[in-house]
């Protein structure tokens, strides 16, 4: 049974309509993303499961029971918010005690129980600690530790990590999930960041302007894009406008500056009754590679670099093929590296290559 | 100069009319008032200069002086309570609306706009012997004689809660603004239902707001002198008045200043506890 079924719902602020009619299930002790840019309905959608926001269409099931109308206190969900929401006027172990109070969970037991949240979250030195004492991460904790200590049916994540340095988030980004792996918990996660999305989801859900473009594991998602906002959205990718064709009984796109390029058949079939078509190269798929490099399997052209955009390990070369523009990202690699005006030879191979429709 | 130098020294000088306007219209008043307590008036009506105890004593064991005091700070203290019980239902409203704060803010400046002794005397017109209220008991016949509803403590109290609610309802909704709402949703999710939220989250994290407005409201009420001019009979008078009576009536400076220091310090020793257990910061953000 899924712990969460969304089913047809939509929302309307006035007349605008912030997710349109949107169904999804997600299995139990499943960690859910909701990823698309700002505006595109995660956090509205999140918000409806959690019963701040009430649905203008269709059901939310939580754990089979329909609770559209189940005030948000009788809900058993936890939420961690994006700027975590501790109450400043309560020790961090009334912060994690207040819902196990408003369940009339006996002290002992709420003590007890508090005392594993805190360590869970490893932070029981901090109990008597108030909230504005504490550093962004070790609040985000405590926030985590007070959602989960009423041992939710669901835990509703709205981008908790946004509010972090970079450093501090990736860290949190392991210990979050490591804490949802180890208790087992339903998690839906809102964000816009896709490294995290990708990280740590066991289903990505992609939105945009209030609809799903994309459900799926995050390696498919990302290495089989079946829209042009999703393959756009996530990673780099160069994207060209297409003509479907076909070359000696091998089907495929033809683009400016790429020319023909076969393509698998389930690729094809992504494009069945669509009207527009797209070739999609991720931009690490790409190679650079000397003008006198030696010939191997994959296409090759010609191409000058117009930029170099040195990233550390990585470096991203800005390459005109044919007044094509094209984006590529390589590791950096002992000596080979190319500068402005360079002419070099772009190789890619044809089973790197995605087809997205459009209508 | 440096712009650090600059900078360090901008306040100063963008302080210096205030600061010199507080000096010489403030504080050295202030200090000659302190100078005239310790004089005395004459049977003859002129001061005696000198350094007399006279009148600080007379103040300080007359029961006379001490009742009033009493009484001023009874009423300054049953408005308190009555704007803070009328002013947060208000301020929570204003606070949760949504998109028209701005003219629910304008309407509780608006009464600003008219003289606070036009708004006080209003009430002749409403409880008056001829005023509004008795009128339309009269014409629906439930009295036969009009009722004698001014000139006692209860419309004292009315007055000040009139004049002083705007104050109380801005200080409670600055803080309520303060609060975010992510805690109330928080506490919800958790398990609180609406009302228990309310006891446990807004209203404590409020409280800072409130005090404010309850010092400002007591502060201002207990200082007051045309509202118990305007609405109060001979009993009911309030400190300020004996100041005035005092000065310029009795033409007493000497026994006016004493009675002026009094207020001064029982208020300010007020404030100072105040200001001892919540700061002077929340004040100033309702203020501001």
């Known amino acids: 049974m899924s712990a969460v079924k969304l089913h047809n719902i939509v929302k309307k602020f006035g007349a605008f309509t912030a997710v349109h009619p ?36 269709g059901d939310i099931l939580v754990a089979g029971r329909q609770i559209n109308d189940v ?62 004492q504490l550093s962004g991460g070790q609040q985000q904790r405590i926030a985590l530790a007070r959602a989960i200590v009423i041992e939710p049916d669901v835990l509703l994540l709205d981008e908790p990590l946004s509010a972090l340095d970079a450093n501090l988030r990736e860290d949190m980004r392991v210990e979050l999930k490591r804490i949802q792996e180890q208790i087992g918990i339903t998690t839906i996660f809102v964000t816009h960041d896709q490294s995290e999305a990708l990280a740590m989801s066991d289903i990505l859900v992609v939105m945009s302007n209030g609809r799903v ?25 160069n994207i060209l406008e297409a003509e479907i064709t076909s070359e000696g009984g091998q089907s495929g796109l033809t683009a400016a500056a790429v020319g023909f390029v076969p393509l698998r ?88 290559c995605v087809a997205v429709g459009e209508d | 100069m440096s712009i650090e130098k600059r ?48 009148n600080w004593i007379e103040v300080l064991t007359d029961e006379f002086y001490r009742d009033i005091l009493l009484q001023t700070l009874r009423i300054a203290s049953v408005t308190t309570i009555v704007c803070a019980v009328m002013g947060y239902p208000a301020a929570y409203f204003i606070a949760r609306s949504r998109g028209n704060k701005a003219i629910l803010l304008l309407l ?58 705007p104050f109380m309802i801005l200080n409670i909704y600055v803080s309520l603004e303060d609060i975010d709402r992510n805690l109330e949703d928080a506490a919800c999710s958790l398990g609180a239902h609406r009302g228990r939220t309310f006891l446990e989250i807004t209203l404590p994290l409020s409280l800072p707001g409130l005090a404010a407005g309850g010092l400002l409201c007591f502060v201002l009420g207990a200082g007051t002198y045309i509202t118990p001019v305007i609405l109060g009979g001979p009993r009911d008078a309030m400190f300020a008045n004996l100041v005035f009576e ?37 004040l100033m953000k309702g203020l501001a």
């Not at chain 1, 473009?213 to 990718?237: C, H, M, W």
């Not at chain 2, 001064?264 to 919540?278: D, E, P, T």
Request: aromatic share 10%; hydrophobic share 45%; charged share 20%.
């Open chain 1, 213 to 237: 473009e994309q459900v799926g594991a995050p390696k498919e998602i990302y290495s089989n894009p079946t829209s042009r906002f999703v393959a756009d959205f996530l990673g780099t990718s």
């Open chain 2, 7 to 54: 900078e360090a020294r901008q306040p100063w000088v963008l302080l210096s009319p205030a600061l010199v306007s507080i000096l010489l219209l403030l504080i050295v008043p202030l200090m000659f008032i302190v100078v005239y307590s310790f004089w005395l008036r004459t049977a003859t009506g002129a001061d005696q200069v000198g350094f007399y105890l006279d």
């Open chain 1, 71 to 132: 005030p948000i206190h009788k809900r058993n969900l936890g939420i961690v918010f994006q700027n975590y929401a501790l109450f400043p006027h309560k020790t961090v172990a009334d912060n994690v005690a207040f819902g196990l109070k408003h369940r009339n969970i006996p002290k002992e037991e709420r003590n007890r129980r508090v005392a594993e949240a805190l360590e869970l979250v490893q932070l029981p030195h901090l109990a008597n600690s108030y909230p504005k």
């Open chain 1, 22 to 57: 949107m169904s999804l299930d997600i299995p139990e002790r499943s960690f859910v993303t909701l990823l698309g840019p700002s505006g595109c309905g995660k956090t509205t959608t999140l918000r409806m499961v959690a019963g701040l926001l009430d649905p203008t269409e």
């Open chain 2, 108 to 165: 509780l400046m608006l009464p600003f706009w008219i003289s606070y002794i036009i708004r006080t005397m209003s009430w002749i017109n409403i409880l008056g012997v001829s005023g509004a209220f008795n009128s339309v008991l009269m014409m629906l016949g439930i009295i036969d004689e009009p009722l004698q509803l001014l000139y006692n403590e209860v419309t004292v109290i009315l007055g000040l809660v009139h004049f002083l609610l």
């Open chain 1, 265 to 352: 058949d389930e690729q094809m079939a992504k494009l069945a009754g669509r009207a527009k078509a797209y070739l999609v190269i991720r931009a690490e798929k790409i190679d650079i590679l000397p003008l006198d490099a030696g010939p191997d399997a994959r296409l090759s052209f010609e191409g000058t670099i117009e930029a170099v955009d040195y990233q550390g390990q990585l470096v991203r070369y800005f390459v005109d093929v044919q007044g094509m523009k094209f984006q590529v990202l390589n590791m950096l690699s002992g000596t080979t590296s190319f500068e402005d005006g360079d002419r070099v030879s772009v190789r890619f191979d044809s089973q790197d």
């Open chain 2, 246 to 282: 005092a000065i310029i009536t009795q033409l007493d400076w000497p026994l006016g200043s004493v009675l002026s220091l009094v207020l001064i310090a029982v208020l300010g020793s007020i404030v100072l506890v105040y200001n001892r257990f919540l700061g002077m910061r929340q």
